[in-house]
T-cell receptor, first 111, second 113 residues
């Protein structure tokens, strides 16, 4: 699993509340990604990071922000959660140019 | 928009059958991944291909760069192979867009005993 840990694994939150998901890696890889997985859409890129304090938007970044203050942690924040953000969120890292390893996922329900 | 198409979307087969899942993509890539996801589970990378063919146990993955097509084969299928299989590509040139993988929607495979 390349030392990737996501937390929490499950969360239920109310509409309008802020939520932060954490992705932690133990091997100092430069590239980290946040994806969401929804039925009928497959996985889609939310944001990614190519180093400390270096982040960029993906395909579905609206309503999300990220931060990477340390190499090992990549945080995904929903500033004001909406029901459309109910999803399973996966963190991934890239090793070299092509390898991909994924975290176990975080199931988020916004009620 | 660069697309990754998988077929079939759903596949039910009997134990022991030879399984083929297909993936096609639209532009040049630097790598193609085959991923496996069990119900409620995480995502595991089975293969990473940039050319040719790879084999691991009963799983075989092939890629044809000229035709922009890849296949995942499972020989002597078993109920424990039941999972979602996902094709994902890293494009050679994102055209100024985001980094990251582009995913197919997955193939839901059920192997009945």
């Amino acid at each position: 699993d390349a030392g990737i840990t996501q937390s929490p694994r499950h969360k239920v939150t109310e509409t309008g509340t802020p939520v932060t998901l954490r992705c932690h890696q133990t091997e100092n890889h430069r590239y980290m990604y946040w994806y969401r997985q929804d039925p009928g859409h497959g996985l889609r890129l939310i944001h990614y990071s190519y180093g400390v304090k270096d982040t960029d938007k993906g395909e579905v970044s609206d309503g999300y922000s990220v931060s990477r203050s340390k190499t090992e942690d990549f945080l995904l924040t929903l500033e004001s959660a909406t029901s459309s953000q109910t999803s399973v969120y996966f963190c991934a890292i890239r090793i070299g140019n092509t390898e991909a390893f994924f975290g176990q996922g975080t199931r988020l329900t916004v009620v | 928009k660069n697309e990754v198409e998988q077929s079939p979307q759903n596949l039910t087969a009997q134990e022991g059958e030879f399984i083929t899942i297909n993936c096609s993509y639209s532009v040049g890539i630097s790598a193609l991944h085959w991923l496996q996801q069990h119900p409620g589970g995480g995502i595991v990378s089975l293969f990473m291909l940039s050319s040719g063919k790879k084999k691991h146990g009963r799983l075989i993955a092939t890629i044809n760069i000229q035709e922009k097509h890849s296949s995942l084969h499972i020989t002597a299928s078993h109920p424990r192979d039941s999972a979602v299989y996902i094709c994902a590509v890293r494009y050679s040139y994102s055209g100024g867009g985001a980094d990251g993988l582009t995913f197919g929607k997955g193939t839901h495979l059920i192997i009945q005993p």
